[in-house]
Nanobody
């Protein structure tokens, strides 16, 4: 089993930056692809970014491309989401997720393990 724990969320002013971390327990899915999703109040959960098992491939939602960067450190069993140029539209609960396959995927149905989420609030 894989346990995912997000951290790094908080309150930030528009234009600021935050770095989210997701620590994964166990080695079973160490090389599996990882993803970040978010859910704003009253909205559906949406895809943010994904990274392949090796870290060689990434995909981003159009809304965050150029502002967010996903990365991973397999030795630490941790995936990161660096968020720059934040705006109030980025306010949401951010979730990390893990899949068994190594390839990048954008659909939440491709991910089996999920963290509890961390709140990101961007003020105007």
């Amino acid at each position: 089993q894989v346990q995912l724990v997000e951290s790094g969320g908080g309150l930030v002013q528009a234009g600021g930056s935050l770095r989210l971390s997701c620590a994964a327990s166990g080695r079973t899915f160490r090389t599996g692809a990882m993803g970040w999703f978010r859910q704003a109040p009253g909205k559906e959960r949406e895809f943010v970014a994904t990274i392949s098992g090796s870290g060689s491939s990434t995909l981003y939602a159009d809304s965050v491309k150029g502002r967010f960067t996903i990365s991973r450190d397999n030795a630490k069993n941790t995936v990161y989401l660096q968020m720059n140029s934040l705006n109030p539209m980025d306010t949401a609960v951010y979730y990390c997720a893990a899949r068994t396959g190594v390839g990048v995927r954008i659909l939440e149905t491709e991910y089996f393990y999920w963290g509890q989420g961390t709140q990101v609030t961007v003020s105007s």
